[in-house]
C-alpha cells in the first residue's frame, strides 16, 4: 500500500480528528473511502458515457417500442 503526503490546515486537521474520533474511525480511514468512492465514480462516469454513445451510434433501434415484459 502506499502512502500519501497531504497539506491540511491544522484547524481543519483537528475538526477532521474530531470528527473521526467521534464515528470510530480514523481521518486516514475517511480519506481512503472518500478516495475509493470518487475514483469509482470517474469510473462509473465513464461507462456511461461510452455506453451513450454506443447507444446513439447503433444501427439498432426500438423506435419507441416497449421492451418484452420481464426485462425492464
Known amino acids: 500500500m502506499a502512502n500519501?503526503?497531504?497539506?491540511?490546515?491544522?484547524?481543519?486537521?483537528?475538526?477532521?480528528?474530531?470528527?473521526a474520533a467521534e464515528q470510530e474511525t480514523s481521518v486516514n480511514a475517511v480519506?481512503?473511502?472518500?478516495l475509493t468512492a470518487w475514483a469509482a465514480g470517474d469510473r462509473a462516469?465513464?461507462?456511461?458515457?461510452?455506453?451513450?454513445?454506443?447507444s446513439v451510434s447503433s444501427a439498432a433501434g426500438s423506435r419507441g417500442a416497449p421492451l418484452p415484459t420481464g426485462l425492464a
Do not use: K, M, N, S
Request: net charge positive; hydrophobic share 55%; proline share 0%.
Open 4 to 19: 500519501l503526503t497531504l497539506a491540511l490546515d491544522d484547524d481543519l486537521l483537528r475538526r477532521a480528528r474530531v470528527r
Open 31 to 34: 480519506v481512503r473511502e472518500l
Open 45 to 54: 462516469a465513464a461507462a456511461r458515457r461510452r455506453l451513450v454513445g454506443l
